[in-house]
C-alpha cells in the first residue's frame, strides 16, 4: 500500500492539492503473505517536479530512485518512508507516485497516489487592440499598453480572488475591465471564481512622452484566500 503525508501528519492527502515547496513524505507497506520469511526489495522512483530530502529504513537514492531491502517473517509487515520537497517551479503539474515490490516471489505495484499543485497566475502585455503578447518588444512615448492578469483557481474551492496591479513607473492609467478601481497607483479587482475555471483581467495604461529608455516593467499580486501568488514580471524597453 502507498500513502502520502504532509510531513509531520499521519492523515492520508491522496488527491489533495499540494504546494510549491512544502514537504511530502511517502509511505510504503508490504505485508508479508507468502507462508515464509522473505527478503523484500522495495523501490520508489520520486515523483516529478519534487527534490529528495531523506529516506528512513536504510533507503538509499540512487539516481531518484530509492531502494529499501528488508526481511520480513512471515505474516508480519514492514513499512518504509521517504520525503520529498516540492519544487518551486511545479506550476499546476500533478504529483504522481507509485512503488514497486518484490519479495522473491511476486513483483507488486502499489497503487499510485496522485496530488495536484496550484497555478500560478500568468501575466501579459499588449499594445492596445491586439492580442499578441509583446512582453520583451520595444514599446514608444506616448503608446498605450493593455495588461492582461490570468489566475486559475485550482484550490477545489470556489473563491473570491483579490488582484491588485501596481501602474508600472513611467506610465500613466487609462482604464480597467471587469470592475477594477485605481487608487493611489494601484490597480485592484475583486472578482469571484469557481473552482477549476479561469479569469481574466485588464488595464490599460499610457506610456510617458518623457520615457526617454527607461523600461516599463510590471508584475501583478493574487490572493486567493488560500496563497498569495506573484506573476511573472513584463518587460519592455523604450528607445532613448
Known amino acids: 500500500k502507498k500513502e502520502v503525508f504532509k510531513s509531520g501528519t499521519t492523515t492520508n492527502i491522496d488527491g489533495k492539492r499540494v504546494e510549491a515547496g512544502e514537504e511530502l513524505t511517502y509511505s510504503i507497506t508490504y505485508k508479508n503473505t507468502t507462508g515464509e520469511k522473505v527478503t523484500a526489495t522495495i523501490t520508489d522512483k520520486l515523483p516529478d517536479f519534487t527534490e529528495f530530502v531523506s529516506a528512513d529504513n536504510g533507503g538509499v537514492n540512487n539516481n531518484g530512485t530509492i531502494t529499501w531491502t528488508k526481511e520480513v517473517e512471515k505474516d508480519k509487515s514492514v513499512t518504509v518512508r521517504f520525503k520529498v520537497k516540492v519544487k518551486a517551479d511545479v506550476n499546476g503539474e500533478l504529483l504522481k507516485n507509485k512503488a514497486k515490490v518484490n519479495d522473491g516471489k511476486n513483483d507488486y505495484d502499489t497503487n499510485e497516489v496522485t496530488n495536484p499543485t496550484?497555478?500560478?497566475?500568468?501575466?501579459?502585455?499588449?499594445?492596445s487592440g491586439t492580442t499578441t503578447n509583446i512582453d520583451g518588444k520595444r514599446v514608444e512615448p506616448g503608446q498605450e499598453l493593455t495588461y492582461a492578469i490570468t489566475y486559475k483557481n485550482t484550490t477545489g474551492n470556489d473563491v473570491n480572488a483579490t488582484i491588485t496591479d501596481k501602474i508600472p513607473a513611467h506610465t500613466k492609467f487609462v482604464s480597467a475591465d471587469n470592475g477594477g478601481a485605481e487608487s493611489g497607483g494601484v490597480v485592484k479587482w475583486t472578482v469571484a471564481v469557481a473552482k477549476d475555471k479561469s479569469?481574466?483581467?485588464k488595464f490599460t495604461v499610457k506610456v510617458d512622452k518623457n520615457v526617454n529608455g527607461a523600461p516599463i516593467d510590471n508584475v501583478a499580486k493574487v490572493n486567493d484566500g488560500t496563497n498569495e501568488y506573484k506573476t511573472n514580471e513584463t518587460h519592455n524597453p523604450t528607445p532613448t
Open 199 to 201: 479569469v481574466t483581467v
Open 118 to 127: 496550484p497555478t500560478k497566475p500568468k501575466k501579459e502585455v499588449f499594445k
